[in-house]
């Protein structure tokens, strides 16, 4: 059994093809869309963040609006980019959204991905300390912000405060218990994801990683993936983690289906550089559900992880991408053993 959930870029453009011509028709349709998913039994709304560009933003009145029109499915993130984050407000924010969802948040963070602008992240206020890479300043906000939405009290109190406090040092509020548990790491390679069973976060992986070893992006998937419960073990946690992967999955079930993605040119990995890293990108599908269930047997990333997020094009409007998911939900997922 694997959770399903969908994953929105939330991409707006005044172009005549598009459903979503201003930023307030992503922001609508993506509570529309995760009421939608959750009647048709999706297990989870996921919401990549980007700065700079025609796509969503800061996450956290979205998750909020959909805490509030929903009541079970999972609310997430994939991802928030850490480099531009002051972490002790966005605990306060992260707090309240999952209090309003009550306690359905599964919040995605890493290093970020290529930018729109050039260091992007200097114009919020931030830059890495002496000594510092970019990622580094994002795991180090990361730290801070694991440890404080922990509860702990760790500011000294006023002696003469506007209101009374509690006794002892204070800690931000809300606080929202067990939202720890639910915070995942984006993991580019290996090595941070070994570094998130460290940190004891859940491990998110994408269709784009580190070519580490030559092998296909399913393969290296799968083994960032064992590298990542075995680093787990090591370090000891009581609760078991979890593991996402997302694909772009389209069943061709109608003409419609075919018109947008049936020409084919996707059914191959992508090697490029990213900031002179070389990097591999994942495959997606497109077949007729009997074929598509026959190739998605073979992913061995897909079998690894225990929840799959399908990455959909919104800007095809919240009907259609209610559509996808439901044929992947009802003609796909239960001959895979996934429902």
Known sequence: MKKIGFLSFGHWSPDRGSATRSAQDTLLQSIDLAIAAEELGADGAYFRVHHFARQLGSPFPLLAAVGTRTRTIEIGTAVIDMRYENPLYMAEDAGSADLISGGRLQLGISRGSPEQVIDGWRHF????????????MARRHAEVFLNVIQGHGFAEPNPRPMFPNPPGMLRLEPYSPGL?????????????ARWAAQMGMNLQSSTLKDDENGKPFHVQQAEQIRAYREAWAEVGHERQPRVSVSRSIFPLMNDMDRMYFGRGGKEQDQVGFIEQTRSIFGRGYAAEPDKLIEEL???EGIAEADTLLLTVPNQLGVDYNAHVLESILKHVAPALGWR
Not at 180 to 192: C, F, L, V
């Open 180 to 192: 720890r548990d639910r915070i995942w790491w984006g993991a580019g390679s290996n090595a941070t």
């Open 297 to 299: 047997r073979t992913d």
């Open 125 to 136: 206020g931030y830059q890495p300390a002496e000594g510092e890479s970019d990622a580094d």
